[in-house]
């Protein structure tokens, strides 16, 4: 119940911090999603955590594809969760697995 309630505060933490009216986000934001990712690994992982792409890479390497306009920053279930504008111009949500460096997912964002 712990894990829950700590992965759930983390979770919490970075939605408070998250960019507001879809700016991009700030480096204190960036600071904070580095920060919440660690603990969130802590808790899944103990003393085992793995390597894994900071909150800044992740974005930086996102960026680097073409992605814009990165915000809303979430770290779940051991991935992050990210909307941004594809290179096309469409709004995306985008989940990645910060240990593998894998883009799990780009999804259309209907929000």
Known sequence: MTRIFMS????????????????AMTDEELVAADE????????????AVPDYTTA???????????????????????????????PDGNEVEIEYDPVTGAILDVSDNWF
Do not use: K, P
């Open 36 to 47: 919440a990712a660690e603990v969130m690994f802590v808790e899944v992982y103990g003393d």
């Open 56 to 86: 800044t890479d992740a974005v930086a390497r996102m960026e680097a594809m073409g992605y814009t306009n990165i915000h809303d920053f979430d770290v779940e279930w051991g991935n992050y969760e990210v909307e941004a504008i594809a």
């Open 8 to 23: 759930t505060a983390a979770s919490c933490l970075l939605l408070a911090t998250a960019a507001t009216a879809q700016d």
